[in-house]
């Protein structure tokens, strides 16, 4: 089972903000497991905090921008999606500011750094939200859709179409997080130059220069027009008649515009609060539709708060019904375990095959069949037993009793022809022969039954 991540060590950054121009220190710090990502403000009253979720984003006009009443932040998606890409679950991260400074225009000196302190593995196991359904966001007039389906680990495929003859239609794929340092973290934004007047204007991007973003001249201009923008800009004067990129570092890729659309990607969707193991389809992909995009998967989370296990029946089992029987004594008609799939050291997850050969169907109802709830808390609790049994010396020498049995909830009932997945988790470690568990048990996605139960293993006479 994989752990959450923190880092080692704190860093800090400096520059200036690309939007404000304001002299910048950003400084990421580790963090508690279960603490997420939290963005605090030090130079305001009380120094607020609030938490990296896409329900905050209040702005997403060049950047993503998290806010409250108390306090906003901008230019957030580079410095997060480095934390996302390099599996870092936990970070809160200080700034003196409104604003992440703007670096090189990319996610590289946020990588270096966490390398440099490096990466601390945590207790608590990492918390992934496993896409199991196609979920798409659409903008019909802007043409931009973002399409997550199943897969086993985390990819982004990002296509963009510009009206541009530098940068008509690229993509760019991350098949797998580890190739994010080399393939996606040097990508620098970039801006059109007919678009730096508007921003201009709009009281943005008082800090962009030349070393900071791909700059793409492609619209001539009169060079006096050109002349004037290079003055508010504060950069020297350039030939209105040549076109193309015109910033002194050349290209890493030729897709580097893409793959810098792709790095904000990752930087978005950091706010969904959760690892997410699926496959990213972006097409036309921006901040107002990647803030849309996870906020519906928030949405998602929501509805499922606890997901069900993976159960794939071709695979083998980790314990069939012959070694159950060895570590339980519970036999016909009270054996309520089929088969364990996953087995951990603080967890596990077993099946139950429900028939309508069941001894208890005959009299809970004879019309209408129903799992008696009682017996649905058996069978999450002898799944229990199988993980503490598993971890003492002659298994079949002890048994398992109930102490208590807390926090019952069913949520709809079990018939036949249901499969059952029972996920049982250790609270505390076994102590004194006595251990503290919570079960789930699911029926296909859904949740039907829940319960904490405290048992006692006791060795036979």
């Known amino acids: 089972m ?104 990319s996610a590289i000196q946020y990588v270096e750094k966490i390398n440099q302190v490096g990466i601390e593995e945590q207790n608590a196991p990492k918390d992934y939200y496993i896409i199991r359904h196609k979920l798409e966001v659409k903008d019909e007039e802007s043409g931009s859709c973002i399409t997550i389906l199943p897969d086993e680990e985390f990819s982004i495929t990002c296509m963009c179409s510009f009206e541009s003859k530098f940068i008509n239609s690229q993509f760019a794929t991350l098949d797998n997080p580890c190739d994010y340092p080399k393939e996606v973290a040097p990508a620098r934004t970039f801006v059109f130059v007919r678009d730096i007047e508007p921003l201009l204007k709009a009281n943005l991007i008082k800090g962009g220069d030349m070393e900071n973003a791909i700059v793409i001249y492609e619209r001539q201009t009169t060079q006096e027009r050109l002349d004037q923008l290079a003055d508010l800009l504060k950069v020297p004067h350039m030939d209105a008649t040549r076109l193309g990129y015109i910033q002194p570092k050349p290209l890493v890729w030729e897709n580097e515009c893409t793959r810098h659309k792709l790095l904000d990607i990752i930087g978005d969707m950091a706010l969904i609060g959760k690892p997410i193991k699926g496959r990213i389809v972006a097409t036309r992909p921006g901040h107002t539709i990647n803030n849309k995009f996870a906020r519906l998967v928030r949405k998602e989370i929501r509805k ?155 060795k036979n006479k």
């Not at 009443?69 to 390099?86: D, F, P, Q």
């Open 2 to 105: 994989l752990k959450q991540k923190t880092l080692k060590g704190s860093f800090s950054l400096f520059g200036k903000g690309l939007h404000t121009g304001l002299s910048l220190t950003v400084t990421f710090n580790p963090a508690p497991e279960n603490h997420g990502y939290k963005i605090q403000r030090i130079d305001l009253d009380g120094q607020p905090i609030i938490d990296a979720v896409a329900e905050k984003v209040i702005d997403t006009q060049r950047g993503t921008v998290l806010g409250n009443s108390e306090m906003r932040v901008s230019t957030v998606e580079h410095g997060l999606s480095a934390l996302y890409a390099l599996g870092i679950d936990n970070c809160l991260i200080q700034v003196n500011g409104p604003e992440f400074p703007i670096l090189d225009g």
């Open 304 to 458: 499922h708060e606890i997901q069900a296990p993976i159960y794939d029946p071709n695979d083998a089992p980790v314990m069939d019904n012959i070694r159950i029987r060895e570590l339980l004594p519970h036999r016909y008609p009270m054996q309520l375990v089929d088969k364990v799939i996953a087995l951990g050291p603080n967890s596990i997850v077993g099946v139950k095959n429900v028939t309508s050969n069941e001894p208890f169907f005959q009299g809970h109802f004879p019309q209408e069949p129903v799992m008696p709830g009682v017996l649905m808390i058996e069978a999450m609790a002898q799944c229990g037993g199988l993980l503490v049994l598993n971890t003492v010396e002659e298994p079949e020498r002890w048994s398992t009793y109930f102490l208590k049995i807390d926090d019952v909830k069913f949520r709809q009932k079990v018939v036949p022809g249901d499969t059952l997945l029972f996920r049982v988790e250790l609270l505390h470690p076994l102590r004194h022969g006595i251990s503290s568990m919570r079960g789930y048990m699911f029926v296909g996605d859904q949740v039907v039954a829940e319960a904490t139960f405290t048992a006692q293993i006791v």
